[in-house]
Structures are given as C-alpha cells and as structure tokens.
C-alpha cells in the first residue's frame, strides 16, 4: 500500500497539469462517503489536547464513527484518554501508514495536530478524496494556504476549518444585519486578545533555541516536526507550548483571530491587505512571538464598501482606545477554554469593537453577538433589526452533515483560507519587525526580498517534498 501512495503521488504530481480532474485521475482516488443515512467514517489525527476535545464534539453528534487514532505520541498522558475512550479504533504513529492500511475506510479526516503539520495531513487525505475538518489556522505559511485551497477544488471534497463560532449565533447574527443594512460602511476594527499567553515572560534577549532534552519514549519525534526544519527535541515545543514559536505556530493571532475576526472577514468581504503594518512589538525577537503586539491591516474598497482597517492587540498591557459607552463586556461562558487553563476575566476580554459611519459595534468572541453602543443608541435601533435566524448546528455536526450532503460547510477553504492568509502576512511581519505591502492580485509582497520568500517559508525536509506535489 505504500507503494500505491507514492505511485499515487508521483502520478498526480506529473500529470495533475494536464489531466486536471480528469475521469482516469478521479478513477485513482478512494473517494468512499457516507450516504444521508449512515454514519461518517472519521479518522482522527492529533488526539491529544483540542484534539481530543475536537473528537468528542465530533462523537457526540451521533453522526460519525471514529474508526482511526493517529497521533506521534500515543501513550503520552494527553493522548491516552482517546485510546481508552475508543479502545476499538486501530492506532497509528504515522498518518502515512494509517491511510497506506485503511485509505477505503475512512470517509473524513480531523486534523487537529499542531500548526506546521496540518499541511501535509490535509492534502495526503484530500487527494485521496477525503472530506476534512482542519482546525485553526489552516496551515502555517500562506503558500501552504494557497496549494490547500487549489487542492479542496481539484479535489472536490468538503472542508471545514475548526474556527467553531462560525456556526454560532455571531455567524447568524452579522450575516442578518449586514444584509438589512444595519452593518455598513465600516471603516475600522480593534481586535484584541489581552490574556497572559504561554511565550510571557520568557527571556526575549535569546539567540539560539533552547538545548534539547531527551526525546520522550511514546514519541516520534521525527514524524511530530514533519516538513518543518529539524530542531532537536524540547519540552518547550510540544503539548501546546509549539504555539510559540515562529517554526511551529502562529502565536496569538493565529490562535484567537480565526474566533474574533472571522465572521467580519466574511461578510464584509476583506480578503486579502495589501499593506500589513507593525506598529508595536514588546520583546520582539527571531524565535518566539512578542510579549505584546500592535499589528495594523489595511483592506481596499470592495464594491460599495469604505476602505477598512483592522488593528490587532495582543499582551496583557496592550488595549486597543475603547469607544464611550462601551461599559463591562461579559465573558461569554459557553467560550471554550485554551489548552493550557480557563480563560481568566480580565478588564478587557477577548473581542472586537466595529467602528461604522454610524454606528459602533462591540463583540467578543467565538459565537459571541454583537451590541450596538452606547445603550441609547441600542435602543433607538432595537425595532429596526431583523430577526436573526437560530443556528441549525453547531459546526461540528455542520461538516459531519456536509459530508453526507444535507449541509453545506460554513467554514470551507474557500472561506477560511483567505482568513488564514491574514493570519500567516500578520505573523510575517512580526518576525521581521517590517511594514509589507502586498499586492492582491499576484500575491506578492512588493518591498521586501525576504518577506516575498517567506510567503513560501523554508523548503521542505527531505522526505516531505511528495505533499507539495499533490
């Protein structure tokens, strides 16, 4: 069956240009789905952590079996509740070998591994026709972003993003009121994430990444980098602790800005900035993410609508000006924690303020709704909004659903990528502590040798190459 994979791969990488979907291409994919009445097959990938909470929601929906475990550390404290959980499901240390055995009996994948290893997993499994549910953000480089998205298309498979308030009644609500016109003409965004992160307090002067420690027994330590650039091993990269490094992860705004930005990106129809500004960086330094950044996006006029600005803050000190009126925001308790504790209530919690040509709205995050501020001015509206519509699934029950074909995604690549490229420009100009100006239609950065080379990142480890050609 390996042989199969990579006779699979080396085929689609040399014909793909001219065959495109072709009836002798499509022939060479399992592309096995769940029927309206019979439960998704779903392998699972990362099972430890989000992951395993990931597996549960799936799980609880009644709409899937889990039939694979794959993580490169089973039998680590933070994988071994999903084994026990599912004792039934074979086990895998290597995503390669589980689709090499069981590619024909998978109907979906989830990815829920960290950051730099989504890529190869997501495109292994779609162009083996795969469905797959990817969490957040899709990858880690926008070139790996962009071949992700070519991919959902050349493929045909549905896809969804693991941003979860995407289905909730923020989707439902700023959907509603921008298509009655009640949010138009917006002009600016403060998006904000002030909660103490992994990476505060950490020595910020370094040069060199950390020696290495013994490479725990359960794990593949090989396999856990994937196609990133060998690092040795090092507490302090993995069960989480990769979100802090520019190797790895996308530090805070890419953990949170796919929950508080999300539903803005959409409906106000952003996509890409063509200028990416950062404006404060605490701390700043080569290897993990700053203490405390101030990152400025400027998206053009769409159609009928202003020019727009999104300004990012993240540290524990670092508020963006708060309009008047806005009074103590609650925190929405149905928010999911963060793998590393509860989300602790602070003066500022988690969320955006929207700044229109008359109105300005203020929300949180994840399925969080907004408010009209100040109260008068809440009141003064309340009889012209429309009524919003409740949410038919939670967004794990959505992908299971289109998988069978009863739903359509709301978070697909198509949606989520251009997002996730947000994210993936944001972090680019933290590391290099640079303004970039990016040109939208050939998705170039146009002042900066270095920054248009990281659109691509490092090449891949040897070994990793086949997944890009995919």
């Known amino acids: 069956m390996g ?51 990931d597996i549960m929601a799936l799980y609880n929906t009644g709409q899937c079996n889990i039939v694979a475990l794959c993580d490169t550390d089973m039998g680590a404290r933070h994988t071994t509740r999903m084994m026990e ?25 989830l990815i829920a591994t960290p950051d730099h290893s989504h890529f190869p997993i997501t495109m292994l499994a779609m ?34 993003m693991g941003n ?23 002009t600016h965004i403060n998006a904000h994430m002030n909660n103490p992160r992994r990476w505060h307090g950490w020595d910020t002067s370094i040069t060199k990444f950390p020696s290495g420690d013994p490479i725990p027994s359960t794990l593949d330590w090989d396999g856990w980098v994937a196609a990133a650039e060998m690092r040795d091993f090092h507490r302090d990269f993995v069960n989480g602790q990769w979100r802090c490094w520019y190797d790895f992860g996308l530090g805070a705004l890419g953990d949170w800005g796919a929950h508080i930005i999300d539903t803005a990106h959409r409906f106000l129809d952003l996509g890409l900035p063509y200028e990416i500004n950062p404006i404060k960086l605490d701390g700043h330094n080569s290897f993990f993410f700053p203490q405390a950044s101030t990152i400025d996006f400027k998206f ?33 308790p149905d ?3 963060p793998s590393d504790g509860a989300i602790q209530p602070i003066s500022l919690n988690p ?3 929207i700044y229109s040509k008359d109105l300005v709205f203020a929300g949180g995050t994840h399925a969080s709704t907004l408010s009209i501020i100040p109260e008068e001015k809440a009141r003064e509206m309340q009889s012209k909004l429309p009524d919003v519509p409740r949410s038919p699934s939670d967004h794990y029950a959505n992908f299971l659903l289109a998988v069978k074909g009863q739903e359509e995604a709301r978070s697909p690549f198509e949606i989520s990528g251009p997002l996730s490229q947000v ?3 944001g972090v680019m100009a933290q590391f290099l502590n640079k303004k970039l100006v990016f040109d939208r239609e050939t998705k170039q950065i146009t002042n900066s040798k270095l920054g248009n080379e990281l659109l691509v990142g490092t090449p891949p480890r040897k070994g990793w190459e086949e997944f890009y050609k995919l």
Request: hydrophobic share 40%; with cysteine; aromatic share 10%.
């Open 3 to 53: 042989t199969n994979r990579r006779d699979f791969i080396r085929n689609v990488s040399l014909g793909a240009a001219g065959l495109a979907m072709s009836g002798s291409l499509m022939g060479m994919i399992s592309s096995k789905r769940a029927s309206a009445n019979e439960r998704v097959n779903l392998a699972c990938c990362g099972i430890g952590n989000q992951g395993a909470a």
């Open 351 to 353: 969320g955006k303020e």
């Open 127 to 160: 162009s083996l026709g795969k469905a797959v549910f990817v969490e957040k953000p899709l990858a880690r480089t926008f070139h790996e972003v962009e071949l992700m998205m070519q991919a959902a298309l050349r493929y045909g498979v549905v896809t969804q």
């Open 164 to 186: 979860q308030g995407h289905s909730g009644a923020n989707y439902f609500q700023f959907k509603a009121w921008v298509e009655a016109g009640i949010i138009k003409d917006v």
């Open 85 to 109: 959980q599912f004792p039934n499901a074979p086990r895998f240390q290597d995503f390669r070998v589980m689709f090499d055995k069981m590619a024909n009996q998978i109907d979906a994948v």
């Open 423 to 425: 994210f993936s420009l």
């Open 335 to 337: 928010i999911p924690p």
């Open 300 to 332: 053009p006029e769409r159609g009928n609508m202003p020019a727009c600005n999104i300004t990012w803050y993240d540290g524990i000190d670092n508020f963006p000006p708060l309009p008047d009126g806005l009074g103590n925001v609650e925190l929405d």
